[in-house]
């Protein structure tokens, strides 16, 4: 960081001392994890990338204060309630420090907190989307669920799947913007480019119930509170049409130079791995064909597709095909990734829980999935409820030829199964057009 000379002394009006601290402490504590059970997590769980390094660079970034645990991430009042319990720590602080002349260095370290709270979050959103892995193209299961059986937000985040072109132009902008902020000189442009960003997305999210929604919020807060000590100049400039200086932040400088190396030490460490090695990590997992979205064990590559009961026995009992039979298997789905789901006409629990979004069953009804292991010697199928993980059954399998699969054992219920399954070649006009 280059050194500068400090700006003259800013003549700070008394609400606008109280709300800098207010901002700087709410800067803080939604950044830096505060909450004891961050620490205390199994941060080898969720995400289905455990084995992949920057899961823990995902960890960090996606840190949630308190108030976005609850309520699905629209716990608004309690978001409420930390503004509020920031202004009156701002207005304590001030009644404690009142001899404070110098309010530019308070500020630098505001800026500091607020832009590297945002590019935190927004690094990750961004590599996600250059390299289309957080709204991935839709699995054959997804494209053989009905369109009823999908919530509003689970068609938004498939939607905008099948578009990648789409998604990584949203990604690169989404990086510009986050780039930007991590230089001064830039922040600015970076601030207003995030406001572009973030404003449709908190729409996207009240419309379609996609999830982030105080997320979003957050983020844009942030980004307008870097902005608004410029306010009166941006109008200035685009409704005065005058010529006038933005603010510039100058560099805060230690006494001693070792703390100033520490400074430019941990920046360019930050911007190493959250930048630059999470952006080298995402590509690895895209050019793999992966998505953390999804699970990341290979299936059987020789099974991969949309298979017809053409039989079902339960108990040696065969069950003809019925649009009101709860117990029989309408037909199976092979994912390319370790994953068989199962359709069945029977009511389903929805599950919208922001902690299962990474998983295949979050937002839709319609179908079981389960994951499985294929025994090649043995000719046996281990799966296990990728909802209920303890139900498991086992299925020998034999395939008589290709494109036909006779699954034999029990299933959950202790009940035997036999089934004949054959695979149906469909195209869907999606997959089509990529091509």
Same mark, same amino acid.
């Given at each position: 960081?280059?050194?500068?000379?400090?700006?003259?002394?800013?003549?700070?009006?008394?609400?606008?001392?109280?709300?800098?601290?207010?901002?700087?402490?709410?800067?803080?504590?939604?950044?830096?994890?505060?909450?004891?059970?961050?620490?205390?997590?199994?941060? !080898?769980?969720?995400?289905?990338?455990?084995?992949?390094?920057?899961?823990?660079?995902?960890?960090?970034?996606?840190?949630?204060?308190?108030?976005?645990?609850?309520?699905?991430?629209?716990?608004?009042?309690?978001?409420?309630?930390?503004?509020?319990?920031?202004?009156?720590?701002?207005?304590?602080?001030?009644?404690?420090?009142?001899?404070?002349?110098?309010?530019?260095?308070?500020?630098?370290?505001?800026?500091?907190?607020? &832009?590297?709270?945002?590019?935190?979050?927004?690094?990750?959103?961004?590599?996600?989307?250059?390299?289309?892995?957080?709204?991935?193209?839709?699995?054959? /299961?997804?494209?053989?669920?009905?369109?009823?059986?999908?919530?509003?937000?689970?068609?938004?985040?498939?939607?905008?799947?099948?578009?990648?072109?789409?998604?990584?132009?949203?990604?690169?902008?989404?990086?510009?913007?986050?780039?930007?902020?991590?230089? &001064?000189?830039?922040?600015?442009?970076?601030?207003?480019?995030?406001?572009?960003?973030?404003?449709?997305?908190?729409?996207?999210?009240?419309?379609? !119930?996609?999830?982030?929604?105080?997320?979003?919020?957050?983020?844009?807060?942030?980004?307008?509170?870097?902005?608004?000590?410029?306010?009166?100049?941006?109008?200035?400039?685009?409704?005065?049409?005058?010529?006038?200086?933005?603010?510039?932040?100058?560099?805060?400088?230690?006494?001693?130079?070792?703390?100033?190396?520490?400074?430019?030490?941990?920046?360019?460490?930050?911007?190493?791995?959250?930048?630059?090695?999470?952006?080298?990590?995402?590509?690895?997992?895209?050019?793999?064909?992966? /998505?953390?979205?999804?699970?990341?064990?290979?299936?059987?590559?020789?099974?991969?597709?949309?298979?017809?009961?053409?039989?079902?026995?339960?108990?040696?009992?065969?069950?003809?095909?019925? *649009?009101?039979?709860?117990?029989?298997?309408?037909?199976?789905?092979?994912?390319?990734?370790?994953?068989? /789901?199962?359709?069945?006409?029977?009511?389903?629990?929805?599950?919208?829980?922001?902690?299962?979004?990474?998983?295949?069953?979050?937002?839709?009804?319609?179908?079981?999935?389960?994951?499985?292991?294929?025994?090649?010697?043995?000719?046996?199928?281990?799966?296990?409820?990728?909802?209920?993980?303890?139900?498991?059954?086992?299925?020998?399998?034999?395939?008589?030829? *290709?494109?036909?699969?006779?699954?034999?054992?029990?299933?959950?219920?202790? !009940?035997?199964?036999?089934?004949?399954?054959?695979?149906?070649?469909?195209?869907?006009?999606?997959?089509?057009?990529?091509?």
């Amino acid at each position: 960081m280059p050194d500068s000379t400090p700006l003259p002394a800013s003549v700070w009006k008394p609400y606008e001392k109280i709300l800098l601290r207010a901002a700087l402490i709410y800067a803080v504590i939604s950044t830096i994890p505060f909450n004891p059970e961050f620490y205390r997590q199994d941060f !080898d769980a969720g995400f289905n990338v455990n084995s992949y390094p920057f899961r823990w660079l995902d960890v960090i970034s996606q840190n949630k204060p308190w108030f976005f645990a609850s309520q699905e991430g629209k716990n608004y009042t309690g978001w409420w309630i930390t503004v509020l319990v920031c202004i009156a720590a701002g207005l304590g602080w001030d009644l404690i420090d009142r001899r404070r002349q110098d309010f530019e260095k308070l500020y630098y370290w505001f800026y500091a907190a607020a &832009r590297y709270g945002v590019v935190l979050r927004m690094s990750w959103f961004a590599w996600a989307k250059v390299f289309p892995v957080q709204m991935p193209f839709p699995t054959i /299961s997804q494209l053989n669920t009905n369109l009823g059986d999908f919530t509003p937000g689970k068609l938004y985040w498939l939607t905008t799947g099948v578009s990648p072109f789409f998604e990584v132009f949203a990604g690169i902008f989404e990086l510009v913007a986050t780039v930007l902020l991590l230089f &001064r000189r830039t922040t600015t442009l970076g601030a207003l480019m995030m406001v572009a960003i973030l404003l449709p997305i908190w729409f996207v999210n009240i419309g379609y !119930d996609a999830g982030v929604e105080l997320t979003s919020l957050h983020l844009l807060s942030l980004s307008l509170l870097l902005l608004v000590r410029d306010s009166r100049k941006f109008y200035e400039i685009l409704i005065g049409h005058r010529a006038v200086a933005l603010t510039f932040v100058p560099a805060f400088r230690f006494r001693h130079e070792w703390p100033n190396r520490v400074r430019v030490a941990f920046k360019y460490g930050f911007v190493f791995f959250f930048v630059l090695f999470r952006g080298f990590s995402y590509g690895q997992l895209y050019a793999s064909g992966k /998505s953390f979205k999804l699970p990341l064990d290979d299936g059987l590559a020789s099974a991969t597709g949309l298979y017809k009961v053409t039989e079902f026995r339960l108990n040696n009992e065969l069950l003809a095909p019925s *649009p009101t039979d709860s117990v029989r298997w309408e037909n199976v789905i092979f994912e390319k990734f370790n994953t068989i /789901s199962i359709k069945v006409n029977k009511n389903f629990r929805l599950d919208t829980r922001n902690a299962v979004r990474t998983t295949e069953y979050y937002g839709n009804i319609g179908r079981y999935y389960y994951g499985y292991k294929a025994d090649t010697v043995n000719k046996v199928f281990h799966l296990h409820n990728r909802i209920d993980t303890a139900a498991h059954i086992t299925l020998h399998y034999e395939q008589p030829v *290709p494109g036909r699969y006779i699954l034999r054992g029990v299933n959950e219920g202790r !009940d035997s199964l036999f089934v004949v399954l054959n695979k149906v070649e469909k195209k869907y006009p999606l997959e089509e057009i990529r091509k």
